[in-house]
């Protein structure tokens, strides 16, 4: 795959985030990253060795869960699809405003929105680990919204090779 077609293919992988896949390419690539674990493992390393500021931009180019579905927030289709997946269309008036609370409240204390990899679980799950998450600290929340946003990639990346 020529520079080109890498680019228009895996630069939605990373919310709002082609420079990524720039970094990437710009590294070079080679047998290793055929396949999507492989691939996947060297975005990883990009974002690992960003730098905070640049990781924080990352976290930050993410849309609120299920804001976006009510139609109150642009998110990407790979975004919409994966809340849509997870139930969180489907919310009741009280889980709607559960979310709606827990995601100005995190963001007010964390600085970034709140992010999980949603593929797999039902807006109940989500609800209880971001009511789980919304207590920790800082740094260890920094680092798992970075382990989050890292599943999301191999998942989307996964679905290309797929």
Known sequence: MDKQAFL???AGVFEHSPWITEKVWARGLDEQHDTAAGLHQAFCQVIQ??????????LRAHPDLAVGIAGKDSLTEASRKE??????GQCSVEEFSAFQQLNESYRKGFGFPFIMAVKGHQ?????????RRIKSNPDDE????????MRIG?????????
Not at 83 to 88: I, P, S
Not at 123 to 131: A, K, S, V
Not at 142 to 149: G, I, N, R, T
């Open 8 to 10: 228009e293919t895996f």
């Open 49 to 58: 060795e960003s730098g905070q500021q640049a990781q924080t931009d990352l």
């Open 83 to 88: 809340q849509q997946g997870a139930g969180l």
């Open 123 to 131: 807006r109940h799950d989500i609800l209880e680990t971001f009511r």
């Open 142 to 149: 920094f680092q798992a919204a970075l382990e989050q946003v």
């Open 154 to 162: 191999l998942f989307r990346i996964e679905s290309i090779f797929n």
